[in-house]
């Protein structure tokens, strides 16, 4: 595609269910990365893909969170349990490579409510 | 750890006027640094990377300036309009471990009235 695409562009769900985040990379960039952005804050680094594989999932705060990328192009974002805390905008960049000089493509976000 | 500090959090100005906006990170060790914007509800856009060998970027009304050693870029924006009414992002490329990563300021939200 022309850019990097992420649905559903809203979600709101209550507490305690269970929600999946999906994300459309640049096609043939092989280099995918989810960030979590909360109000007033900048992006924070929560999971990267070389791939189909998880290359760092240092930044996913607890195992109630959980990324997968089968074929090395769609991304889903999974989150079992939600809470409260959990709202925020999650952002998916891609880029075509995990060089230094390759440059990260953001999409739009999802926007994550949780009642 | 690598932390980007932005200055001011806010910032609102006349139409016409020239701004700066200032970011500063605690480790020089970085491969480059990027400016966003973000609009109310949406994704970032890219508008000016400097590589860590470089020292400015310009794109139209805007200028980013980077001095690794001391920490600190600018980016300038030249008579301002009100559609550049934004928040804007600077982030650092580090590396952590063998895998490269973007830390993100918390940004400047800019306000200009017409």
């Known amino acids: 595609g022309a850019g990097v695409s992420q649905t559903p562009s809203n979600k709101v769900t209550e507490k305690g269910k269970y929600v999946e985040l999906r994300c459309d990379p640049i096609?043939?960039?092989?280099?995918l990365y989810w960030y979590r952005q909360s109000l007033g804050q900048g992006p924070e680094f929560l999971i990267y893909?070389?791939?189909?594989?998880?290359?760092?999932d240092s930044g996913l705060p607890n195992d109630r969170f959980f990324a997968v990328r089968p074929e090395g192009s769609v991304s889903t974002l999974k989150i079992q349990r939600t809470e409260r805390g959990d709202s925020a905008v999650y952002l998916c960049?891609?880029?075509?490579?995990?060089?230094?000089?390759?440059?990260?493509?953001f999409g739009p976000g999802t926007r994550l409510t949780v009642l | 750890k690598q932390e980007v500090t932005q200055i001011p959090a806010a910032l609102s100005v006349p139409e016409g006027e020239n701004l700066v906006l200032n970011c500063s990170f605690t480790?020089?060790?970085?491969?480059?640094l990027q400016w966003f914007r973000q609009d109310p509800g949406k994704g970032l856009t890219s508008l000016l990377l400097?590589?860590?060998?470089?020292r400015e970027q310009t794109s139209g009304r805007l200028n980013a300036s980077l001095d690794k050693s001391s920490g600190r870029s600018t980016l300038y924006i030249a008579a301002s309009q009100p559609g550049d009414s934004a928040t804007y992002l600077c982030?650092?490329?580090?590396?952590?471990?063998?895998?490269?990563?973007?830390?993100f300021g918390k940004g400047t939200l800019l306000t200009v009235n017409p």
């Open positions: 960049a891609s880029s075509l490579g995990q060089g230094a000089y390759n440059e990260q493509f």
């Open positions: 096609s043939g960039h092989t280099a």
């Open positions: 893909f070389q791939g189909t594989g998880a290359a760092d």
């Open positions: 480790d020089s060790a970085i491969y480059n």
């Open positions: 400097i590589q860590s060998s470089q």
């Open positions: 982030a650092v490329k580090i590396i952590d471990g063998s895998n490269y990563k973007l830390t």
